[in-house]
């Protein structure tokens, strides 16, 4: 249908007056699908008794100060004092149950008053909400990832130190080691630490309580364990064999000398897909107690090599080749095996996205207590986004050989842009209160399908 150019156009001249009142106007309509989220799973008693230690009772209570960060980082903001922007929002005041929000001080002051048994029992809270999501699901297999991420600072904060760090050299920093669940794309627990630490320092024990936390809910499933170079030892090959736990782990040249040998004095490789040629044999260092299964894997890479390259030390050099090694005990071809260890890599997109949209990479505080419960609040936003998308969808993928989430979530700031961040009015005509916004056909559609799929899970 062809439409004229009067019907169109218009012509605008005049700028409008402006006027600031109280009408009743949010600009967070879409916060009503976490409201009937956070009944569904009655996350406030759950805050609530994460906090019933604490004798101080102030007017806003500590899990209130948890929930309004949660909250916080729903709705895109980073610092504390960005809370002044949205104070007066009526739906926000309906899902905190308040009818105002605390000045930033009193909120810098709650986060400052948190103990390292609070945060322990958020660690709890947290655990909980991703194993009753995986006990729910029924999987056969179950996949965590481990790797640390570093959260710079550029003052003083108690915990911090001064370690490795390529991008901010000399920054104090924190570097908590995570565990994630491949199928779901959420945060299963975190343990915080100084900045200068390795990674490998204490993950031992760390894992271990992941894997029997999800052995405790899934005594039948298979558990399987990634990690990078920095993980590789073995004590933590043997403990993860005796636990019964498959895994693949990177290997570091830089660490065996002898592997650089093996490399270069190997004359056929078998191959792999166009771009990959391997080889494996069972092998292990001098210190080590048993042989193990090692995949040494030849990459064709036509890029040029820019890192600083010491030809005859470590790391085994050819022209156009890019080598690495990973040790396992999967009955899998090795085709397979590279494909489930690659598969990693969507750990690092986790982080990318607890950086940038839940806002992971801030610090409030300069006490430690408070710095945790911060970034347990990002995780919790970030694993309730993935919550609400998994009870609102059915699952769009079974198992890949790279163990990629069984749904295809969208990111926390995509869902904030199409849904959270909607403009609309509280009214109450006939005393029926009433969230009015636009007629927007595709808002109206996939909100409802969201609301729709939470009240019938309740």
């Not at 009503?32 to 996350?43: E, H, K, N, V, Y």
């Not at 949660?70 to 739906?91: A, C, E, F, S």
Request: net charge positive; aromatic share 10%; with cysteine.
């Amino acid at each position: 249908m062809k439409c004229s150019k009067a019907s169109l156009y218009r012509k605008t001249h005049r700028i409008p007056e402006i006027r600031f009142e109280d009408q009743r106007l949010t600009s967070f309509a879409g916060l009503i699908l976490f409201q009937s989220l956070f009944t569904r799973i009655g996350l406030k008693k759950k805050l609530s008794n994460c906090f019933q230690h604490l004798k101080v009772s102030p007017i806003f209570r500590h899990d209130f100060t948890v929930m309004l960060l949660i909250v916080h980082l729903l709705l895109g903001y980073r610092q504390l004092q960005d809370i002044r922007y949205y104070r007066d929002d009526p739906v926000v005041h309906r899902l905190l149950d308040v009818k105002r929000l605390p000045d930033v001080a009193t909120l810098s002051r709650s986060l400052a008053g948190m103990d390292a048994r609070s945060v322990e029992k958020l660690r709890r809270l947290n655990r909980q909400q991703v194993l009753q999501r995986i006990e729910d699901m029924g999987l056969a297999r179950i996949t965590l990832d481990f790797d640390g991420s570093v959260l710079s600072i550029s003052r003083f904060a108690e915990g911090t130190a001064v370690g490795y760090n390529r991008r901010k050299k000399g920054q104090r920093s924190y570097y908590p080691l995570f565990c994630t669940i491949a199928q779901t794309g959420q945060a299963l627990d975190v343990w915080h630490r100084p900045g200068n630490v390795h990674d490998s320092n204490g993950a031992e024990a760390f894992i271990l309580a992941c894997i029997h936390e999800i052995r405790a809910i899934a005594p039948r499933a298979i558990i399987e364990v990634r990690m990078d170079s920095a993980f590789f030892s073995d004590a933590i090959v043997s403990r993860l064999e005796n636990e019964g736990v498959e895994f693949t782990i990177s290997v570091p040249f830089e660490r065996f000398a002898k592997l650089k040998c093996i490399v270069e004095g190997r004359k056929r490789w078998r191959h792999l897909d166009q771009r990959c040629h391997f080889f494996e044999m069972r092998w292990k260092p001098n210190s080590w107690q048993r042989k193990q299964r090692f995949v040494f894997i030849r990459t064709r890479n036509r890029k040029q090599h820019k890192e600083p390259l010491q030809l005859d030390m470590f790391i085994p050099y050819e022209y156009g080749y890019d080598f690495k090694v990973i040790v396992t005990n999967k009955c899998l071809s090795a085709k397979k095996a590279l494909a489930f260890h690659n598969g990693r890599g969507s750990q690092e997109g986790i982080f990318a996205e607890l950086k940038s949209q839940a806002q992971m990479d801030y610090i409030p505080t300069r006490r430690q207590a408070g710095n945790q419960v911060y970034l347990l609040a990002t995780m919790l936003a970030h694993n309730l986004s993935r919550e609400m998308q998994m009870v609102a969808n059915n699952r769009q993928r079974g198992t890949t050989e790279k163990r990629a989430p069984l749904w295809q979530f969208i990111q926390l700031g995509t869902l904030r842009r199409k849904l959270i961040q909607r403009a609309g009015r509280l009214t109450r005509p006939q005393r029926k209160l009433t969230l009015t916004m636009s007629a927007n056909p595709t808002v109206k559609s996939e909100l409802l399908q969201y609301l729709n799929a939470l009240n019938q899970a309740a």
